[in-house]
């Protein structure tokens, strides 16, 4: 089992920047790939960034590309998202998610994941 927790959450003006931390426990942090998935109101979760488990290999959305940047530090089983020149369109509850390697664009593909965090960002 692992667990996930998200932080970071808040809220945000248009232009801003936000980052999103996953603090992981219980099997081996490094073991595992790990992605950012995001659900707004109404809408189906979808994929954001993930990496695999060293973090040298990313993988973003083209909504997100050049702008939001995924990095992990397995000492402190930690993964973080940073946001910049974030967009109301980008406001949505962002979930953690790990699976073993390797990484994944589909949620269905995921095993663990934290309770999510809300990003609103205001226009």
């Known amino acids: 089992q692992v667990q996930l927790v998200e932080s970071g959450g808040g809220l945000v003006q248009a232009g801003g920047s936000l980052r999103l931390s996953c603090a992981a426990s219980?099997?081996?942090?490094?073991?595992?790939?790990m992605g950012w998935f995001r659900q707004a109101p109404g809408k189906e979760r979808v994929f954001v960034a993930a990496m695999n488990w060293s973090g040298i290999s990313t993988y973003y959305a083209d909504s997100v590309k050049g702008r939001f940047t995924v990095s992990r530090d397995n000492a402190k089983n930690t993964v973080y998202l940073q946001m910049n020149s974030l967009k109301p369109e980008d406001t949505a509850v962002y979930y953690c998610?790990?699976?073993?390697?390797?990484?994944?664009?589909?949620?269905?593909?995921?095993?663990?994941w934290g309770q999510g965090t809300q990003v609103t960002v205001s226009s």
């Open positions: 219980g099997r081996t942090f490094s073991n595992y790939a």
């Open positions: 998610a790990s699976k073993t390697s390797p990484p994944s664009r589909r949620s269905k593909d995921y095993d663990y």
